[in-house]
């Protein structure tokens, strides 16, 4: 059996290997680097503590929000896919009118004119007391409307100004015409320097037309909005969320990715394998039962 060695304090040996000489202030210095670079140990009920001060945005729907372990994480970007008429328009216009309730700027990325202002009115119904009167209420809606601005974008190069412009708000040079620089949106600038959450509703209508044969640079764009993406959300400290549709597997497709209806057909999220890695989370929204009052259900992919 082998010999343990002798057990000596850090600390100690720290103080032995400088002068002896030292003064009251320096030692305690020494004791905050010690503190600093001592390995921490954390019980349960630390760690429990540490993870409730992460920061989640609520999507306004309760199921969701505990699959995803609080919400939308600020920082993160979050893939809602599924098939058409699994409510995925609905939970963004939902966690947009959540975040914008709860004070956070929201930008709202409509690609296929399916932005619902009345909608957004319902869902923020929710946040308001019963003992609310009407005046309180109708204040309490405009403030939170004047929080979510509507970007209609028809094609990805429109998606690339929009996120370049918010980029360009955390230093607030919107450039000027003819100086070579982004000619930027005054209030897209404005709004990028404090901005809570992005949504993209549809991401996938508009990478989709581009990964043809008769774009050869339209995966190099794909990789360009993914990246964008993933840094515009620690940069601003913002959740970004967005949806991507379905399309038919395959064989040989990852089971992880694939999902079923109650008629067996395989489905899988668009824009293929090349896009995996770009969300932190995945949200699938699936059809539970067909025709009118049909249920839908959800599932973390990753």
């Given at each position: 059996?082998?010999?343990?060695?002798?057990?000596?304090?850090?600390?100690?040996?720290?103080?032995?290997?400088?002068?002896?000489?030292?003064?009251?202030?320096?030692?305690?210095?020494?004791?905050?680097?010690?503190?600093?670079?001592?390995?921490?140990?954390?019980?349960?009920?630390?760690?429990?503590?540490?993870?409730?001060?992460?920061?989640?945005?609520?999507?306004?729907?309760?199921?969701?929000?505990?699959?995803?372990?609080?919400?939308?994480?600020?920082?993160?970007?979050?893939?809602?896919?599924?098939?058409?008429?699994?409510?995925?328009?609905?939970?963004?216009?939902?966690?947009?009118?959540?975040?914008?309730?709860?004070?956070?700027?929201?930008?709202?990325?409509?690609?296929?004119?399916?932005?619902?202002?009345?909608r957004v009115k319902a869902f923020h119904r929710g946040f308001v007391t019963d003992d609310a009167d009407s005046a309180e209420v109708e204040q309490h809606l405009n403030l939170t409307l004047d929080l979510i601005t509507v970007v209609?974008?028809?094609?990805?190069?429109?998606?690339?100004?929009?996120?370049?412009?918010?980029?360009?708000?955390?230093?607030g040079d919107a450039g000027a015409r003819g100086d070579g620089l982004l000619e930027g949106d005054r209030e897209l600038l404005e709004y990028g320097s404090g901005l809570g959450l992005l949504v993209v509703d549809s991401l996938s209508?508009?990478?989709?037309?581009?990964?043809?044969?008769?774009?050869?640079?339209?995966?190099?764009?794909?990789?360009?909005?993914?990246?964008?993406?993933?840094?515009?959300?620690?940069?601003?400290?913002?959740?970004?969320?967005?949806?991507?549709?379905?399309?038919?597997?395959?064989?040989?497709?990852?089971?992880?990715?694939?999902?079923?209806?109650?008629?067996?057909?395989?489905?899988?999220?668009?824009?293929?394998?090349?896009?995996?890695?770009?969300?932190?989370?995945?949200?699938?929204?699936?059809?539970?039962?067909?025709?009118?009052?049909?249920?839908?259900?959800?599932?973390?992919?990753?």
């Open positions: 059996m082998a010999r343990r060695g002798p057990q000596y304090d850090l600390l100690q040996l720290l103080l032995r290997g400088v002068d002896q000489r030292l003064d009251e202030a320096s030692e305690e210095r020494l004791e905050q680097l010690y503190q600093e670079v001592a390995p921490q140990i954390l019980d349960g009920p630390a760690i429990e503590n540490q993870l409730s001060l992460l920061n989640f945005l609520p999507t306004g729907c309760d199921g969701v929000d505990e699959l995803l372990g609080g919400g939308l994480r600020q920082g993160q970007v979050t893939e809602l896919t599924g098939e058409a008429g699994t409510g995925k328009t609905q939970l963004c216009l939902s966690a947009a009118a959540s975040a914008a309730a709860l004070g956070h700027r929201v930008v709202y990325v409509d690609t296929g004119g399916c932005f619902s202002a009345s209609k974008a028809h094609d990805v190069y429109k998606l690339f100004k929009v996120l370049e412009e918010l980029g360009c708000g955390l230093c209508q508009l990478l989709s037309p581009v990964l043809t044969r008769m774009h050869h640079q339209g995966y190099t764009a794909m990789a360009s909005v993914g990246a964008a993406l993933r840094a515009l959300a620690p940069a601003h400290n913002c959740a970004v969320l967005y949806t991507n549709h379905t399309v038919g597997a395959g064989a040989g497709v990852s089971d992880a990715l694939v999902q079923r209806n109650k008629g067996e057909n395989r489905v899988k999220p668009a824009l293929g394998i090349r896009w995996t890695s770009t969300p932190h989370r995945r949200l699938c929204l699936t059809r539970q039962s067909m025709g009118a009052g049909g249920s839908c259900g959800a599932e973390v992919i990753y």
